[in-house]
């Protein structure tokens, strides 16, 4: 996936050649003249540094006019030319949307969408509410008279949408994939990351974390002496749980988060946690299936709660209710968290102005309904079409190329061939809206937030222990991503990333395929990266490949693995080639694949006109690729996605891919021996 969510395996190019020995730049003779003002070749063009040498550094390259004239936004930790000029026009088209609807509903729905958009921006109401809205919570945790009635209380509040301690979702079982499960994964934690409270590095951000504690608890109306121990002692606890909990890159490993159980199963491995209360309080009492992701997490809990003192565990879910609450309370429960998720984790200067965040709000409750009137304004006329052209073409290309690979045997290509042909596409929107069947208010935000979240809850659980439906949508339809799902053999782009610079039905296929065809490539080389390729055809988890076809393809993956581990973001600071591997993987299958596509589609259409003067088509598919991940973003930022982000950074998300590729080489006459073409590369697809 190019900007991953948990549950998914998911989540996002020109002169002439190379100097030494390759032919020197056109700006060294006569250079072209720009495109025209206000065309987005111009805005291409812009982009670039042309001074930079394409086979020492692309990504410069590409991105460099485009770093040099453009500022970190102050509401921003990192802006792309991709992701974030995108999500930027659809909060400003979702807004235009909204306060149309505010103004005069036309139907129910749209009366929800009015009620939810004007509760939200009434700030004078929300502050005034102060933390009310979650006063009988704390009331029902400071009820907590025992350990044993811990998972009562955690089943009643994961009913409200709110998960502590550990985290639930229903997806397919990954063995039997048409069956959906519950899923249960380690939680409980406030700071990204495991090695967070366990690093000496990392004591600044632990010392911050604790003032943010206790900040919020003072605020909530805790005595200061007070919040200051439970502070401590929520850090003592949280660090516990970290202690237990597994590293980023081994929850990505889905032969070893599949740990199925029944009811007895899992109760005979954490006695002393109620299963039966925590599901019937949960709204499912009955359901018995149940993967446990993270086993080794679930095992020590009951033995970190009895050794937790009682008023310490209450302390502890009180502050996680109020941490979750905080965005959508009083502002200054809201400004505090900011202060320390913003500005001290992601070195973020401002919060985004507060349309922004409804905008995005809104997206996440009732997201459904927003979708349908995004999808009139921004996918219309024949864009599916097109981008349905764009994926079959696609696949055939990753098809095409599965006969030159040296180290796949015969019988596993013919497997690997029948999964390709077997993959669901699904393009802008899905065949059926959700349906939101509760009232929302136009003068109480947290409370409509409260029913979103319950209703989202009550409508992933009731398809637990059901058939898989083939129609489920993880996104909606304005957001700026696109997902690979294992269990169903599917790859999904929301109408939110077919839009430019990704994707216009006005755009030259170069641009086409280099931009939007990467990601197209990247989400189908999904289903063949190190853990996609666990899944066959049907999106089962099953030994599908020949043993030495197994030795063979990890001894190249080791190979892709080897070359980000030593990739520096910062000084110090090193990708995990692990932990970036099946993404590293996706971008590399992903960008060779668009390309040999968007040769076929000239072979059977004839060549383009010059889309960028001096450059031929073919460079320009490059120039779209690297442009689509241009980017800028503060150290703090780079220095967080560094340990837990399975994406590369978006310098190496171009360059890595790019100095393994003979198609690269060839385009921009790269010569052997240069940064961009070493001497050893890796193959995987």
Request: a negative charge.
């Given at each position: 996936?190019?900007?991953?969510?948990?549950?998914?395996?998911?989540?996002?190019?020109?002169?002439?050649?190379?100097?030494?020995?390759?032919?020197?730049?056109?700006?060294?003779?006569?250079?072209?003249?720009?495109?025209?003002?206000?065309?987005?070749?111009?805005?291409?063009?812009?982009?670039?540094?042309?001074?930079?040498?394409?086979?020492?550094?692309?990504?410069?390259?590409?991105c460099?006019?485009?770093?040099?004239?453009?500022?970190?936004?102050?509401?921003?930790?990192?802006?792309?030319?991709?992701?974030?000029?995108?999500?930027?026009?659809?909060?400003?088209?979702?807004?235009?949307?909204?306060e149309?609807?505010?103004?005069?509903?036309?139907?129910?729905?749209?009366?929800?969408?009015?009620?939810?958009?004007?509760?939200?921006?009434?700030?004078?109401?929300?502050?005034?509410?102060?933390?009310?809205?979650?006063?009988?919570?704390?009331?029902?945790?400071?009820?907590?008279?025992?350990?044993?009635?811990?998972?009562?209380?955690?089943?009643?509040?994961?009913?409200?949408?709110?998960?502590?301690?550990?985290?639930?979702?229903?997806?397919?079982d990954?063995?039997?994939?048409?069956?959906?499960?519950?899923?249960?994964?380690?939680?409980?934690?406030?700071?990204?990351?495991?090695?967070y409270?366990?690093?000496?590095?990392?004591?600044?951000?632990?010392?911050?974390?604790?003032?943010?504690?206790?900040?919020?608890?003072?605020?909530?109306?805790?005595?200061?002496?007070?919040?200051?121990?439970?502070?401590?002692?929520i850090?003592?606890?949280?660090?516990?749980l970290?202690?237990?909990?597994?590293?980023?890159?081994?929850?990505?490993?889905?032969?070893a988060?599949?740990?199925?159980?029944?009811?007895?199963?899992?109760?005979?491995?954490?006695?002393g946690?109620d299963?039966?209360?925590?599901?019937?309080?949960?709204?499912?009492?009955?359901?018995?299936?149940?993967?446990v992701?993270?086993?080794?997490?679930?095992?020590?809990?009951?033995?970190?709660?009895?050794?937790?003192?009682?008023?310490?565990?209450?302390?502890?879910?009180?502050?996680?209710?109020?941490?979750?609450?905080?965005?959508?309370?009083?502002?200054?429960?809201?400004?505090?968290?900011?202060?320390?998720?913003?500005?001290?984790?992601?070195?973020?200067?401002?919060?985004?102005?507060?349309?922004?965040?409804?905008?995005?709000?809104?997206?996440?409750?009732?997201?459904?309904?927003?979708?349908?009137?995004?999808?009139?304004?921004?996918?219309?006329?024949?864009?599916?079409?097109?981008?349905?052209?764009?994926?079959?073409?696609?696949?055939?290309?990753?098809?095409a190329?599965?006969?030159?690979?040296?180290?796949?045997?015969?019988?596993?290509?013919?497997?690997?061939?029948?999964?390709?042909?077997?993959?669901?596409?699904?393009?802008?929107?899905?065949?059926?809206?959700?349906?939101y069947?509760?009232?929302?208010?136009?003068?109480d935000?947290?409370?409509?937030?409260?029913?979103?979240?319950?209703?989202?809850?009550?409508?992933?659980?009731?398809?637990?222990?059901?058939?898989?439906?083939?129609?489920?949508?993880?996104?909606?339809?304005?957001?700026?991503?696109?997902?690979?799902?294992?269990?169903?053999?599917?790859?999904?782009?929301?109408?939110?990333?077919?839009?430019?610079?990704?994707?216009?039905?006005?755009?030259?296929?170069?641009?086409?395929?280099?931009?939007?065809?990467?990601?197209?490539?990247?989400e189908?080389s999904?289903?063949?990266?190190?853990?996609?390729?666990?899944?066959?055809?049907?999106?089962?988890?099953?030994?599908?490949?020949?043993?030495?076809?197994?030795?063979?393809?990890?001894?190249?993956?080791?190979?892709?693995?080897?070359?980000?581990?030593?990739?520096?973001?910062?000084?110090?600071?090193?990708?995990?080639?692990?932990?970036?591997?099946?993404?590293?993987?996706?971008?590399?299958?992903?960008?060779?694949?668009?390309f040999?596509?968007?040769?076929?589609?000239?072979?059977?259409?004839?060549?383009?006109?010059?889309?960028?003067?001096?450059?031929?088509?073919?460079?320009?598919?490059?120039?779209?690729?690297?442009?689509?991940?241009?980017?800028?973003?503060?150290?703090?930022?780079?220095?967080?996605?560094?340990?837990?982000?399975?994406?590369?950074?978006?310098?190496?998300?171009?360059?890595?891919?790019?100095?393994n590729?003979?198609?690269f080489?060839?385009?921009f006459?790269?010569?052997?021996?240069?940064?961009?073409?070493?001497?050893?590369?890796?193959?995987?697809?």
């Amino acid at each position: 996936m190019l900007h991953h969510t948990a549950r998914t395996v998911v989540v996002a190019t020109l002169l002439a050649s190379c100097s030494g020995g390759a032919k020197a730049p056109p700006e060294a003779a006569t250079p072209p003249a720009p495109p025209a003002e206000g065309t987005f070749q111009r805005e291409m063009w812009d982009a670039m540094d042309r001074q930079a040498d394409p086979c020492d550094d692309f990504y410069q390259y590409a991105c460099g006019g485009w770093m040099a004239s453009n500022q970190l936004p102050a509401d921003k930790s990192a802006y792309g030319r991709g992701f974030s000029t995108i999500q930027e026009r659809n909060q400003v088209l979702l807004r235009e949307v909204l306060e149309k609807v505010a103004a005069a509903p036309a139907d129910p729905d749209q009366e929800k969408l009015a009620a939810f958009w004007k509760a939200c921006n009434d700030t004078a109401a929300i502050d005034a509410a102060g933390m009310q809205p979650i006063a009988e919570d704390w009331k029902v945790v400071d009820g907590l008279k025992s350990k044993k009635d811990l998972m009562a209380l955690l089943g009643k509040l994961s009913a409200g949408g709110d998960d502590v301690l550990f985290d639930v979702w229903i997806d397919a079982d990954q063995k039997n994939p048409g069956l959906a499960i519950v899923h249960l994964v380690q939680g409980g934690t406030g700071l990204p990351e495991r090695s967070y409270y366990l690093d000496e590095a990392t004591q600044e951000v632990r010392d911050a974390y604790v003032a943010y504690i206790e900040k919020m608890l003072v605020l909530a109306g805790v005595e200061e002496a007070s919040a200051k121990k439970q502070a401590a002692d929520i850090l003592a606890f949280e660090t516990k749980l970290a202690e237990v909990s597994w590293e980023a890159e081994r929850l990505g490993d889905a032969t070893a988060t599949y740990n199925k159980l029944d009811r007895d199963g899992l109760q005979k491995a954490t006695p002393g946690l109620d299963w039966a209360a925590y599901l019937k309080n949960a709204g499912q009492p009955d359901l018995t299936q149940i993967n446990v992701m993270t086993p080794s997490f679930f095992e020590a809990l009951p033995g970190i709660v009895d050794g937790t003192d009682l008023a310490v565990l209450r302390s502890y879910v009180k502050f996680r209710v109020l941490s979750h609450a905080a965005s959508d309370l009083a502002s200054s429960f809201e400004d505090a968290q900011f202060d320390f998720y913003g500005r001290t984790l992601f070195g973020q200067q401002e919060q985004e102005e507060r349309w922004k965040r409804c905008v995005d709000k809104a997206d996440g409750a009732i997201g459904d309904l927003l979708s349908q009137a995004y999808i009139d304004a921004a996918f219309a006329g024949d864009s599916k079409d097109i981008a349905l052209d764009m994926i079959q073409r696609i696949e055939g290309s990753f098809e095409a190329g599965l006969p030159s690979l040296s180290w796949m045997d015969d019988d596993t290509r013919a497997r690997a061939i029948e999964k390709v042909r077997a993959i669901t596409n699904k393009i802008g929107y899905p065949n059926e809206f959700r349906k939101y069947d509760f009232e929302l208010s136009a003068t109480d935000h947290f409370g409509n937030q409260r029913k979103a979240a319950a209703a989202t809850h009550d409508w992933w659980w009731s398809k637990a222990e059901k058939p898989v439906d083939p129609d489920t949508w993880f996104m909606t339809a304005p957001t700026v991503n696109a997902y690979y799902n294992p269990s169903q053999n599917e790859i999904v782009f929301p109408a939110g990333i077919l839009q430019p610079p990704f994707f216009s039905s006005s755009f030259p296929r170069a641009v086409n395929f280099g931009a939007m065809g990467l990601v197209m490539g990247h989400e189908i080389s999904h289903g063949f990266d190190d853990e996609g390729r666990k899944f066959d055809g049907s999106g089962r988890m099953t030994d599908w490949w020949a043993p030495d076809a197994v030795t063979r393809f990890e001894e190249a993956t080791s190979c892709v693995e080897k070359q980000y581990d030593a990739y520096e973001v910062l000084p110090g600071v090193n990708l995990n080639g692990k932990l970036t591997l099946g993404e590293n993987i996706a971008d590399l299958g992903g960008s060779r694949t668009a390309f040999r596509a968007y040769r076929k589609w000239v072979e059977e259409n004839g060549a383009e006109p010059e889309v960028l003067p001096g450059l031929s088509n073919e460079q320009t598919f490059w120039v779209s690729f690297a442009q689509s991940w241009c980017q800028i973003a503060s150290e703090e930022h780079m220095k967080v996605r560094a340990k837990t982000d399975p994406h590369s950074a978006p310098r190496f998300r171009v360059n890595g891919p790019l100095s393994n590729l003979p198609e690269f080489h060839e385009t921009f006459s790269c010569e052997e021996g240069r940064p961009l073409h070493p001497a050893s590369t890796c193959e995987v697809w």
